[in-house]
């Protein structure tokens, strides 16, 4: 008859046991090859914030008041107000849960709550990137840096990774993390004949956040791959691109990176905002747009982005790209 089945007495199943419950589909979706890249950010969401706070609240108690408590929980425990993206994605898993709930029946879906980035969150801001003279700065540092013989050989061999990982997704503008570390050897096509008669880097990205796309890379990295496959030694079609010696994925990146900035003295940029790995990828774009006038949409599709958000984050640079215009 459509009723919600009600394993507990008062109000259901608790949210929390649902979101295990999805968790657990989500991770066996994965592991067959089924899920998508977002998935893991669900799973993130859901082991961090959701359990957590709703472990022991009945799903059919959920309202909007509650929800207001744990908006209120968030904030506190962040310490600042969350963007907009980051409500937009909590609403997103939780949308994604009660679908679940409501295909098992723990929930009719007229009792799902709705979920609104409205009146909420600031503004999501550009990531800092580097301009032309830091990046220079950047990767001129580093070849003293990955040869430090300073460290024990683990230490001196994640610098040496580091080095070239660094310069990969400057030149290809892929996401850091999982676009660039699941890539294999077989990926790449370091001599990929264009109908153009010119051969180029061509790269298969085939866990993107957007699904499988393929990447056209700077001519630049064909030195870096060579060196690559010296430090690794792991050439294999099969083998990961960027690993440790024993195959494995590297860890612990993202800290090491920041730890390269503070010896280079680039960690934040002129506007005091804290630079990432993620401003690689920023700088790629502005670059793109800024030195070669790229079509917002190629620049898009080579990314694996929208055109919104090239737009959105890049369009407020138009008048130092055709200074002419404004200037005489």
Not at 188 to 217: C, F, M, S
Request: proline share 5%; aromatic share 12%; hydrophobic share 35%.
């Amino acid at each position: 008859m459509g009723f919600a089945v009600e394993p507990t007495k008062m109000g259901g199943i608790s949210f929390g046991e649902v979101c295990k419950r999805y968790a657990i589909q989500l991770q066996k979706d994965l592991s067959q090859g089924l899920g998508k890249p977002i998935h893991k950010t669900y799973l993130n969401v859901i082991s961090k914030w959701l359990i957590p706070y709703f472990k022991k609240v009945p799903i059919k108690a959920i309202d909007d008041e509650i929800i207001d408590g744990y908006e209120r929980h968030r904030r506190n425990k962040l310490e600042k107000e969350p963007s907009k993206t980051t409500i937009n994605t909590h609403n997103v898993v939780f949308r994604a849960v009660f679908d679940f709930a409501a295909k098992k029946k723990y929930v009719n879906r007229s009792e799902i709550p709705v979920f609104t980035v409205k009146n909420k969150g600031i503004p999501s801001k550009r990531r800092p990137d580097f301009s032309r003279d830091e990046y220079r700065h950047l990767y001129r540092y580093m070849r003293k840096w990955a040869g430090r013989e300073k460290g024990n050989w683990i230490t001196k061999y994640k610098r040496k990774l580091m080095r070239e990982y660094v310069l990969f997704v400057a030149n290809t503008g892929m996401r850091p993390g999982t676009e660039p570390m699941n890539l294999t050897w077989n990926c790449i096509e370091e001599d990929w004949l264009a109908p153009n008669g010119k051969t180029y880097i061509r790269i298969w990205v085939n866990k993107g956040k957007r699904g499988e796309r393929r990447v056209i890379a700077r001519r630049n990295i064909k030195r870096s791959l060579g060196r690559l496959r010296e430090v690794t030694r792991r050439t294999e079609p099969d083998d990961k691109v960027f690993c440790m010696p024993d195959g494995s994925e590297p860890k612990d990146m993202s800290a090491l990176f920041t730890r390269l900035l503070i010896d280079a003295e680039l960690l934040y940029d002129r506007g005091g905002n804290r630079r990432t790995l993620y401003s690689l990828r920023h700088m790629y774009a502005t670059f793109r747009l800024a030195f070669r006038n790229v079509d917002y949409r190629r620049l898009a599709k080579q990314m694996g982005t929208s055109v919104m958000m090239i737009e959105k984050h890049y369009a407020h640079d138009e008048a130092e790209r055709y200074p002419d215009e404004f200037g005489i």
